[in-house]
C-alpha cells in the first residue's frame, strides 16, 4: 500500500470525476482539478467566493460549484477552460444545487424551499418547479436517468410529482399517505419508488412508476420510527433501518419482512468473525494490526460472550446466509465507512490517522503517513478500487492499493490474538 503527497483542502471538498479519469478539490475558492494517475494540476479555476459544494457533471466534462451564502453556481468545462457559466439566483437565494442526468441542466433549489429553478446549459432557458419539500431527501433520479420523482408539500399534505427529465414535462402526481414525509428513492432498477414518513410514526410506502401505491410496510407503533432506508443493488431487498436498533429486510415480490438484523450487546454466534482494533507495542512497526483471521468451523473462544459499544462497531452481514458474517470494534467511534466499488471491500476510518480495510480474507489497518497526525475524517473511493481519497480538515492524500490477494496473505502473516 503506497501513499501520495499530502495536498491542501477545505471543507472536505475532494470527489473524483465519474470517469475516474479526474479528481477534483476545493480550496478555499479555489477549484484544482488534476490528473488521477499523474496528479499534475490540469486546471485551476477561481471562484468568486469561498466553495461550499461541488458536483460532477455524469459525463465529467463539466463541475459545478455551488457558493450558497452568495446565492451563486459557477459551472466550468474540462474540455473549454475559456468557456464558464454563472448561474445568480439573487434574492431568492439558494440551498442546495445538483446535476441532471445528462449532464447539460443544473437544478437550483432557493431559500425556503420555494421552488426549484432549471437551467440549460444547452439552450440557456429556464424551467420551474413549484412546492419542493423541504426534507432529508426529497429528490431521486431513476438509474437511466429517464425520470425524477420529487417530494412536494401542497395546502398541508405530502405528494410526489414524477418529471421526464428530457423535457421536465410532469408524468405522474399523485398524494402520498404521509404525515410528514421524510425521504425517497428510486429502486435501482428504476420500476419502484420508496416513500417514508417522519420518525415520528413507522411507515414506508412503495409506489410503482405511475403512481400506484404497491404496498405499505410498519413494523411497530407508537415509538420512533424509520432512520434510514437502502435499496440492494440488484433492487431484489429493501434494507430499513430503524430507531429500536434494527435492519429489517423487505423482499421486492411481496414487499413483507423476510428477516432482521439486531445489534446484541453481545455475541455468541461461533460463526461470526469478530474482530477488535488493539494497541499495538512499538517494536511491531507499521502494518497490519494483530487482529485474527477467519477460521473455517473456528470454535468460540473460552469466553463464549464479548461486549460491544455500538458508535465503535461495524456489523457486516452475509445477504445470501441472512445471518451476522462479522463484527468490527474500534477503540474510537467510526466516522465513515465505504465499499469497494469492484469487490467485497470495506474501508473504514475513525477521525484518526489510520485507514482500516476488510475483506472476507481478512482484516488490516495502516498508519497514514505524513508529518504531524494526518485525521482521516472521510474517504471515497476511485472507480476501479484501486486507490482512495482519504480527507482530513486541512487536506487529502491518495492511497493505492495492492491486490485482494496480498492483503489477504499480510492479514494471515500478521493474524494473532485479540
Known amino acids: 500500500m503506497n501513499f501520495s503527497e499530502v495536498f491542501k483542502l477545505s471543507s472536505l471538498l475532494c470527489k473524483f470525476s465519474p470517469d475516474g479519469k479526474y479528481l ?34 455524469a459525463d465529467s466534462l463539466f463541475i459545478l460549484c455551488a457558493m450558497y451564502k452568495r446565492g451563486l453556481v459557477q459551472v466550468w468545462s474540462l474540455e473549454q477552460p475559456e468557456w464558464h457559466c454563472k448561474i445568480d439566483e439573487g434574492s431568492a437565494g439558494l440551498v442546495a444545487s445538483c446535476w441532471s442526468p445528462d449532464g447539460r441542466h443544473i437544478l437550483n433549489t432557493t431559500e425556503f424551499h420555494l421552488r426549484i429553478t432549471v437551467w440549460s446549459l444547452c439552450t440557456k432557458s429556464v ?127 411481496t414487499w413483507k419482512m423476510i428477516t432482521e438484523f439486531g445489534h446484541p450487546a453481545t455475541i455468541n454466534d461461533p460463526k461470526t468473525v469478530v474482530y477488535k482494533e488493539a494497541e499495538k507495542s512499538p517494536q511491531l512497526g507499521l502494518g497490519c494490526l494483530s487482529f485474527p483471521p477467519p477460521r473455517a468451523g473456528a470454535g468460540p473462544l473460552p469466553s463464549s460472550e464479548s461486549k460491544y459499544n455500538i458508535p465503535n462497531a461495524v456489523w457486516v452481514w452475509d445477504i445470501q446466509k441472512l445471518r451476522l458474517f462479522a463484527v468490527l470494534e474500534q477503540l474510537s467511534p467510526v466516522r465513515t465507512f465505504q465499499w ?59 492511497c493505492f492499493l495492492e491486490t485482494e490477494a496480498v492483503v489477504g496473505t499480510a492479514c494471515r502473516q500478521l493474524g494473532g490474538h485479540t
Open 340 to 398: 469497494d466499488p469492484q469487490q467485497p471491500r470495506l474501508a473504514i476510518c475513525t477521525g484518526g490517522s489510520r485507514l482500516y480495510l476488510w475483506s472476507p480474507a481478512g482484516c488490516m489497518s495502516v498508519q497514514v503517513p505524513g508529518e504531524g497526525d494526518f485525521a482521516v475524517l472521510s474517504l471515497c473511493w476511485h472507480l476501479s478500487g484501486d486507490s482512495m481519497a482519504l480527507l482530513s480538515k486541512d487536506h487529502f492524500c491518495l
Open 24 to 57: 477534483a478539490s476545493c480550496v478555499q475558492y479555489r477549484l484544482v482539478v488534476r490528473d488521477v494517475n499523474t496528479l499534475q494540476i490540469l486546471q485551476l479555476y477561481t471562484c468568486l467566493d469561498q466553495i461550499q459544494h461541488i458536483e460532477w457533471s
Open 127 to 253: 424551467s420551474y418547479i413549484k412546492y419542493p419539500k423541504a426534507c432529508l431527501q426529497g429528490i431521486t433520479f431513476t438509474r437511466d436517468g429517464r425520470y425524477m420523482a420529487l417530494a412536494e408539500r401542497r395546502d398541508c399534505k405530502d405528494y410526489v410529482s414524477i418529471f421526464v427529465c428530457s423535457d421536465w414535462q410532469l408524468l405522474r402526481h399523485f398524494d402520498t399517505d404521509t404525515q410528514d414525509l421524510t425521504g425517497i428513492e428510486w429502486a435501482p432498477n428504476g420500476c419502484v419508488l420508496a416513500v417514508w414518513d417522519t420518525c415520528l410514526e413507522y411507515k414506508i410506502l412503495l409506489y410503482s412508476l405511475d403512481g400506484r401505491l404497491l404496498s405499505t410496510y410498519s413494523a411497530y407503533e407508537w415509538s420512533l420510527g424509520i432512520k434510514s432506508v437502502a435499496w440492494s443493488p440488484s433492487s431484489q431487498f429493501l434494507a430499513v433501518g430503524s430507531y429500536d436498533g434494527k435492519v429489517r429486510i423487505l423482499h421486492h415480490v
